[in-house]
Structure formats: structure tokens, C-alpha cells
Nanobody, 123 residues
């Protein structure tokens, strides 16, 4: 089992920045590809970004490319999402997820999920 706990969400004005974190425990963090997803009210959960478990390759949804940066610190068992130039449409609950494979993009490839952290961007 892998336990994931997100933190760092909050309220920010449009154009601002926020960093959310995901603390992992239970299994060897470096064995897992990690991803961020988000779900806005009334919408389906959507992919945001992913980072591979070893060479730290990254991939982003077009909607956040150039504004968001995913990173990980395997020594601290922590995943990060730096969000810059935030827009009201970025408002959502942000979830981190872990996949027992080297690379994962689709939500069905992820076995473990956190409880989420709310990010609200005001206009």
C-alpha cells in the first residue's frame, strides 16, 4: 500500500502562483511513476501532469503546459506541482496518484490516490 497526502492548496488570485505537495509513505517512493490530476465541480477528473519514476521524464496536459511544473524528491518521498500564472479555470480539487510502473498518463494506470487538496483561483 502507498499512502498519499496532498497539501498546499488554497485561494489565490488569477495570475498568482501556488505549490501543492504530496507526501508518500508505505512503499518505496522511487518505484512509482507519479501524477497529478484535478477535478472541477460538475466535471470529470482530468490529467494534469506526470513524472516518471527514475529519469524524471515529464508530460503535461496542454491546458497547463508552460505554466505548471511537476517535480519529485525521492529522498523526501514527496511530489510537487508548481503552478504559475494561475487562471480561474484551474480551480479544482487536485489529486496526486502513484502507479507501480515507470511511466503512466491515464488515470486507470494509477493504483493509489490521495484525498485531494482544493485550489481556488479568483478572478
Amino acid at each position: 500500500q502507498v499512502q498519499l497526502v496532498e497539501s498546499g492548496g488554497g485561494l489565490v488570485q488569477a495570475g498568482g502562483s501556488l505549490r501543492v505537495s504530496c507526501a508518500a509513505s508505505g512503499r518505496t517512493f522511487s518505484n512509482y511513476a507519479m501524477g497529478w490530476f484535478r477535478q472541477a465541480p460538475g466535471k470529470e477528473r482530468e490529467f494534469v501532469a506526470t513524472i516518471s519514476r527514475s529519469i524524471f521524464g515529464t508530460y503535461y496536459a496542454d491546458s497547463v503546459k508552460g505554466r505548471f511544473t511537476i517535480s519529485r524528491d525521492n529522498a523526501k518521498n514527496t511530489l510537487y506541482l508548481q503552478m504559475n500564472s494561475l487562471k480561474p479555470e484551474d480551480t479544482a480539487v487536485y489529486y496526486c496518484a502513484a502507479a507501480a510502473r515507470s511511466w503512466a498518463v491515464s488515470s486507470h494506470e494509477y493504483e493509489y490516490w490521495g484525498q485531494g487538496t482544493q485550489v481556488t483561483v479568483s478572478s
